[in-house]
Every structure is written in structure tokens, then in C-alpha cells.
């Protein structure tokens, strides 16, 4: 079975600090993603990697990095956090395209962090 | 630009109702594809179906149907005989092509939250 885990369900933070959320898939998928998802803006992109050390900035990159040293790991990092932040946080992995084929993503169970 | 819409905000159904869940896109891309994803209270994303921009024809899976029209750009979603399971939002996606890597990223609608009453 497909597995994505997150590292923390809920988080609380404050503003200022530095937050990290793990993502890590067991399905050896090269790429892999970070959306965040607010009410009735549907879920947006805002890094995906396609690779190793390799990343590309997504619709909503601003105040965000990531890091992906390990195939299995993508970590989302909001280098000081502010209360527009406060939000659901979706990790999701996918096999790489092939030909004509398609593919589906496969979602973690989601952070949902607050800063306050 | 690529977009998504579903302009349905929620809707409401009694339990073995029929209930048609909207979507339409936009894109300049020949090659796309098209996905309903289900999210359910317990908040993780569930894939339902995958759609070709090849392939028109539509597609049922038990009380799940889909209608994809390309002359309309619509990718519609019909449960039959609803049942108070099926609540959750409901989420239609586009896969795109992008410049550099081979990755493609998906974009999506608001999404539709799906209340069904016992």
C-alpha cells in the first residue's frame, strides 16, 4: 500500500520561529510535493521537487523553502513564521511521467498549523 | 494560464438522491489530464479518477460516474444513490506540462463540500 506520512497532525507556533514539516513517502517516487489548503482557495502549490537536491518553485513559494537530501524526504520550511501562514499543509508524492501515460498524486494526512 | 472551477460551493442532498458535482477547466494545453480527488473529514486527499484529454468516454464505477466533455471543457461527477459516506469535499484537478523537469504539477478547484442528510 501507498504510504505518505506527515511528522505532526496539528502544530501550534509562534511568530517569528522557524518551523520544519517532514514529509516522507515509502514508494521510491522521484517527485514530491507541499500544498497548502485554505477555504475556498482549493489546495495550492508551493514546491515540488522532481528529484534529489532538485527543486522548482510552485504558485505560492513566498516566506517558504524545502529540502529534499533523501528520495523518501521532503521537508517544507517556513524560515519565520507569520500568522498568514496559519493553514493546512498537504505532502503528496507521485511515480515520474512515462510516455502518454498519467499518474495520480498520493496525499499525506495533512499538518494543520497554527501560528499565533 | 490554467485554471479550475467548481462553482458549486456546497450542496446539500437527503440520502439516495442523485447529485451532480461541477467542474470546468481551462487550459491551452492538447495534452492534459484531469482528476477528482475526495477528501473526507479525516482531512487525507483519496484519488478517485484519472482522465486522458484522449479518451471522451465517460466512465462509471459502481455508484460513481464521470462525464468528461471536451467541447465544454467539463469534467463532471455524478454519485447515484447517494449515501451519508460520500460526504466530504470533493476536489476536480488539471495536470499541466511545465517548462523544466519532467514533473507536473496539478492545479485545483475550491473545491465542493458535499453534505449528505440521513
Redesign the interface.
Known sequence: DVKVTQSS?YLVKRTGEKVFLECVQDMDHE?M?W?RQDP??????IY?S?DVK?K?K?DIPEGYSVSREKKERFSLILESASTNQTS?Y?C?S?S??TG?S?????????T?LTVT | AQKVTQAQTEISVVEKEDVTLDCVYETRDTTYYLFWYKQPPSGELVFLIRRNSFDEQNEISGRYSWNFQKSTSSFNFTITASQVVDSAVYFCALSLRISSGSARQLTFGSGTQLTVLP
Not at chain 1, 103 to 110: K, R, S
Open positions: 497532525r517527485n510535493f500544498y475556498g482557495l482549493g489546495l495550492r502549490l515540488f522532481y532538485m522548482e510552485g493546512m498537504l503528496a507521485r515520474p511521467m502518454q498519467s499518474y495520480e498524486q498520493y496525499f499525506g494526512p495533512g494543520r
